[in-house]
């Protein structure tokens, strides 16, 4: 069974940073994609950035890109989300997810829609002040 366990949200001012840990279990990290949505209140949960453990291809959303990085440790099956110069409307519950088995000679996906991930974290909250 696919068990994903989030930490590390907070309150945070605005151009501040974070970051995020996903412990993942139960499943072959390299079969998977391993990604992070965010949901504000009111809002449909949205795309931030994936992994596929295959080859560590990186998928950034456009919120995303330029300002949080996305890593994994193998060893520790475990993936981060560095989320620098935070803003206002990074506000959200963030949620860790994986989508797979997914086959290593299909393309990477260039987007993220929250019903292909099965598998779903807890969720941890990030709130910016501005």
């Known amino acids: 069974e696919v068990h994903l366990v989030e930490s590390g949200g907070g309150l945070v001012q605005a151009g501040g940073s974070l970051r995020l840990s996903c412990v993942a279990s139960?499943?072959?990290?390299?079969?998977?994609?391993i990604g992070w949505f965010r949901q504000a209140p009111g809002k449909e949960h949205e795309g931030v950035s994936y992994?596929?453990?295959?080859?560590?291809?990186?998928y950034y959303s456009g919120a995303a890109k330029g300002r949080f990085t996305l890593s994994a440790d193998k060893a520790k099956n475990t993936v981060y989300l560095q989320m620098n110069s935070l803003k206002p409307e990074d506000t959200a519950v963030y949620y860790c997810?994986?989508?797979?088995?997914?086959?290593?000679?299909?393309?990477?996906?260039?987007?993220?829609?929250?019903?292909?991930?099965?598998?779903w974290g807890q969720g941890t909250q990030v709130t910016v002040s501005s």
């Open positions: 992994i596929r453990g295959s080859d560590g291809f990186r």
């Open positions: 139960g499943f072959t990290f390299d079969d998977y994609l």
């Open positions: 997810a994986a989508r797979g088995p997914f086959r290593r000679d299909f393309p990477a996906p260039q987007l993220m829609t929250a019903y292909e991930y099965s598998s």
